[in-house]
């Protein structure tokens, strides 16, 4: 009677808890920007939208405070690079993910992917909260990073941007993309958990999809990357977060539309700018993109984002709340 009870109490939990619940849950869900003086001492805002949690800095640390529009333009955004309608998505998979950047299933399942953003660079704070040093200064912040997945940083004027319509696309949609490809990404498609895996400390990744396509690319010359060092199995995280954005830019030939003088060379060839071009010099890179990334992330309008993202400050995010 006992094994009887204990068998009935855990098909209850299931039942409660697997499948069903997830399949009644609203995973697409846009929250509202929230005031709180509970997050930490650097955060003063928080908005939730598709499994994602924006951490806005405040006024604090002798810095202005991010901007609420600009918050709304990155939730925004992400709603556009998860969007179950896009073309080619696979909507299960596309689920997975935000399960995944949820905290609900997968590899940090426990802990909500979270999306920095802050005003200008580490230095415009005093003290800086990027540096080991400065981030106990700020009340809550260790705990606020030990609770969550916080993988990158998008800073409203960034100190090393000019500022302009197009250096902002490329400011919010390249670390959108980080925080995407490094939390959410891995495990969504068949096959991903494996060929996504960026953790060189504790696992071989040298056999990885992602691996040996990027390997493809710096060995052609395709991919010259300055930073890290590639016969350092430490480097390997940093050179695979900036090789899928690179990739995903090129696939999407975003990089020849946003990039100044559409150009990232040498750090990315100019010869993968185009999906025809990484097939030719990085054939790997190539089936990589298609068969993990493109099934879950879609490709936002570039009108879409000129319209959010202008010279001067201008343009509106658009973004509607639930």
């Known amino acids: 009677m006992k094994n009887l009870a204990l068998f009935i109490l855990l098909l209850f939990s299931f039942s409660c808890n697997g499948p069903e619940y997830a399949e009644n849950t609203n995973y697409y869900s846009s929250g509202k920007l929230t005031n709180s003086n509970s997050i930490s001492a650097w955060f003063d805002r928080y908005l939730d939208v598709y499994g994602i949690r924006l951490l806005a800095a405040g006024e604090v640390g002798g810095q202005n405070p991010v901007p609420d529009e600009w918050v709304r333009k990155t939730a925004q955004l992400f709603k556009l690079l998860i969007d179950k309608n896009g073309s080619g998505i696979d909507t299960n998979a596309q689920k997975n993910m935000i399960r995944i950047l949820r905290g609900e299933i997968g590899f940090h399942q426990g802990l909500k992917s979270g999306q920095r953003i802050a005003y200008g660079g580490g230095d415009s704070y005093t003290p800086n909260p990027l540096t080991d040093q400065g981030r106990i200064q700020y009340q809550g912040l260790v705990g606020l990073e030990n609770s969550m997945v916080l993988d990158d940083m998008i800073w409203y004027k960034n100190v090393d941007s000019p500022n302009t319509g197009d250096d902002d696309i490329n400011e919010v949609l390249e670390h959108t993309l980080h925080t995407l490809h490094m939390t959410g990404a891995r495990g969504a498609v068949d096959g991903s958990f494996y060929n996504l895996n960026t953790n060189s400390e504790d696992d071989d990744i040298s056999q990885t999809a992602l691996f040996l396509a990027m390997k493809q690319a ?16 430490d480097s390997w995280p940093l050179l695979l977060k900036e090789y899928q954005y690179l990739l995903t830019f090129g696939m999407w030939e975003f990089g020849t539309e946003f990039w100044e003088n559409g150009s990232l060379a040498p750090e990315w060839n100019d010869l993968m700018r185009t999906p025809q071009g990484i097939l030719e010099n990085n054939p790997l890179g190539y089936t990589l993109f298609n068969n993990y990334f493109a099934p879950i992330i879609s490709k936002p309008q570039v009108n879409m984002l000129r319209s959010m993202f202008q010279d001067n400050d201008g343009g509106v995010s658009g973004y509607v709340p639930d």
């Open 218 to 233: 710096i060995d052609s010359n395709m991919f010259n990357p300055d930073y890290g060092n590639f016969n350092s199995t």
